[in-house]
């Protein structure tokens, strides 16, 4: 699968998301950052929507752990690239993983 572009509407939704918190609230979503919170997220039986992540992922010891709990969770990852993931974050530190 092609990783998804900077402006693909997906992006401009969680740059959207991530901006207001009002739009949060109507839509009834949050945005997990990094590898930690997106565990913990599937691991609570959150209802996860889309999970996005950068090639680098899989330098992480707990990047495989993400992957393979996400798609037990039936989330399969959508990869984009690093500097597309990072315009979506609020983290100082690019994160792998939204």
Do not use: C, K, N, Y
Not at 14 to 36: I, P, S
Request: glycine fraction near 8%; hydrophobic fraction near 45%; charged fraction near 30%.
């Amino acid at each position: 699968m092609e990783p998804l572009g900077r402006h693909h509407p997906t992006l401009r939704r969680l740059r959207r998301l991530r901006r207001d918190r009002a739009a949060r609230d109507r839509e009834g979503v949050f945005l997990a950052e990094g590898l930690h919170l997106a565990l913990e997220a599937v691991r609570t039986g959150a209802d996860v929507e889309r999970a996005l992540v950068s090639e680098r992922i899989s330098r992480h010891a707990e990047g495989a752990a993400v992957l393979s709990a996400l798609r037990a969770a039936g989330v399969e990852p959508e990869t984009t690239s690093d500097a597309a993931l990072q315009g979506v974050q609020d983290a100082r530190a690019a994160q792998p993983v939204l």
